[in-house]
Each structure stands twice: as C-alpha cells, then as structure tokens.
C-alpha cells in the first residue's frame, strides 16, 4: 500500500513556475513508476508526465512539453513536477499516482493503482 500527498499548487500569473511534489509512505517507492495527472472543471482527467522506477525515463503530454519537468529523489520517497511558463489552459487540480506493474500505457489512468487528493494549480491571465 502506498500513500501519496501533493503539495506545492497555488495561483500564479502566466510565465511564471510551481513546483509540486509528491511525498510517499511506505518503503517500497523505488518499486513504482510515478506518473502526474491533471483534471480541469468539466473535463477528464489527463496525463501529464510519468517517470520510470529509477528514473532514467520520462515522458510528457504534448502540451507540457518543454516547460515540465518530472524528477524523482528514491531516497527521499517523493516525485517533483516543476512547472514552467505556466498557461491559463494549465490551470487544473494535479494529482500524482503510483504503478507498480502492468501493460497499461502509462498515459492511462487506468495503469496507476494508488492515488493523491490532488492540488489545485490555478494561472491567471
């Protein structure tokens, strides 16, 4: 079982950067691969970024790509999404999620089998 909390999210103008993080509990974090999900008002939630188990592979949304970066620190249990040149259209509640295993893209929702209560990121215009 793993537990994920985010923090990190608030209101910012457009250009500017968050970072939020993802802290985990239990031991075994290195044995998931870390992923971040974002759901606007009205619409599905969508793939952001995701991370291999040690790190060495990332993946992005079109839409982030080349202003997000995801990171994670094993040793210290948490993932990183920083956020740069932030848009409006970025504004959404972002949620970190863990996968242990599985075929799943990792770009579906239904590949992640724990879940963070999500932080609002809000970019103003």
């Known amino acids: 079982q793993v537990q994920l909390v985010e923090s990190g999210g608030g209101l910012v103008q457009a250009g500017g950067s968050l970072r939020l993080s993802c802290a985990a509990s239990g031991r075994t974090f290195s044995s998931y691969a870390m992923g971040w999900f974002r759901q606007a008002p009205g619409k599905e939630r969508e793939f952001v970024a995701a991370i291999s188990l040690s790190g060495g592979n990332t993946y992005y949304a079109d839409s982030v790509k080349g202003r997000f970066t995801i990171s994670r620190d094993n040793a210290k249990n948490t993932v990183y999404l920083q956020m740069n040149s932030l848009k409006p259209e970025d504004t959404a509640v972002y949620y970190c999620?863990?996968?242990?295993?599985?075929?799943?893209?990792?770009?579906?929702?239904?590949?992640?089998?724990?879940w963070g209560q999500g932080t609002q990121v809000t970019v103003s215009s």
């Open positions: 999620a863990a996968r242990s295993s599985g075929r799943t893209p990792y770009y579906s929702t239904l590949a992640y089998d724990y």
